[in-house]
């Protein structure tokens, strides 16, 4: 098949995905309007808190993926790693079947610098899957934290398995690809520090809505399940809707509440991605480090 044909095909069904679960749930499932009314006497202030963490924690991702970068002697300055980020950000949400944002950003880094295809994609490969597998620990973690099987051998067991994953991840990792091996623990802990940013956007988005959990680690682990889900759908919309709801359920929270916070979520990151679309039209002018700093932990 033409890849082409193929990433359309694929957005085709992302797309119908979403549409098919926001029409379920704001329509059949729920009702718009009684999970809009939530927004009617929400904290606005808090709302915005939320929106400068996920900000903030994509600005953390730039650095965490600039680390990749000067493995590979690729000396991008700071300005334009970010500008290449949001322009990746916008063609991701906003241009179904059209170049990746991933896709595009390793076209224009090998267009002007020296060093191959493998070698940039790899990178930015990499960046992506240390942050995945950081995401999927957590989610571990919380299994423990959150006290939801009466099992001790399953709750301590995930305790046990998040915390060796922690170690081992950056040392597996490393043994396939020794020129980053050093760049993984530094990954993860880059990782570790962006999921707490996002615990603190949750924390601020419920308190927007006047949602005060007994066991906020439920939501916390909610939400981080439904942001891997999300690669299912266009954007995140409909399955992190979906996935709220249904665990609002199992968990006895309120459904059309909980829905309206996964929906300020997908708000909030389509808002974020929406910013790519000044570079779409002023270019990204690429620039290099005009000092070189060493962070390390």
Excluded: C
């Amino acid at each position: 098949m033409n890849p082409k044909t193929k990433k359309y095909i694929i957005t085709g069904i992302k797309l119908t995905i979403s549409l098919v679960l926001i029409y379920y749930i704001f329509f059949v499932k729920l009702h718009i309007f009684d999970i809009f009314s939530h927004y009617k006497n929400a904290n606005w202030f808090y709302i915005f808190i939320a929106v400068v963490l996920y900000v903030a924690s994509q600005a953390l991702s730039i650095f965490r993926l600039d680390y990749y970068f000067r493995d590979i002697n690729l000396d991008l300055s700071y300005k334009s790693n970010a500008r290449l980020y949001f322009l990746g950000m916008f063609y991701n949400t906003f241009v179904p079947g059209g170049i990746g944002g991933d896709a595009y950003k390793v076209y224009v880094l090998n267009k002007n610098y020296k060093i191959s295809l493998k070698e940039i994609s790899q990178a930015v490969f990499l960046d992506k899957i240390i942050g995945l597998f950081s995401m999927i620990l957590i989610i571990v973690f919380l299994i423990f934290l959150s006290n939801l099987t009466d099992y001790p051998i399953v709750q301590y067991g995930s305790l046990a398995v998040s915390l060796i994953g922690f170690v081992a991840v950056p040392l597996i990792l490393g043994r396939f690809f020794p020129i980053h091996k050093k760049t993984f623990y530094n990954s993860m802990i880059y990782s570790i520090v962006l999921q707490l940013i996002q615990v603190g956007m949750l924390y601020f988005v419920l308190e927007g809505l006047n949602i005060h959990p007994d066991n906020f680690s439920i939501y916390l682990l909610i939400f981080l399940v439904s942001g891997i889900l999300s690669i299912i759908s266009f954007s995140g919309f409909g399955i992190r809707e979906a996935v709220f709801m249904y665990a609002a359920h199992r968990f006895n929270f309120d459904e059309t509440l909980a829905t309206s916070a996964a929906f300020i979520f997908s708000i909030i990151t389509i808002s974020i991605s929406f910013i790519g679309i000044i570079y779409l039209f002023k270019g990204v002018k690429i620039e290099e480090k005009k000092k070189k700093t060493n962070i390390s932990f």
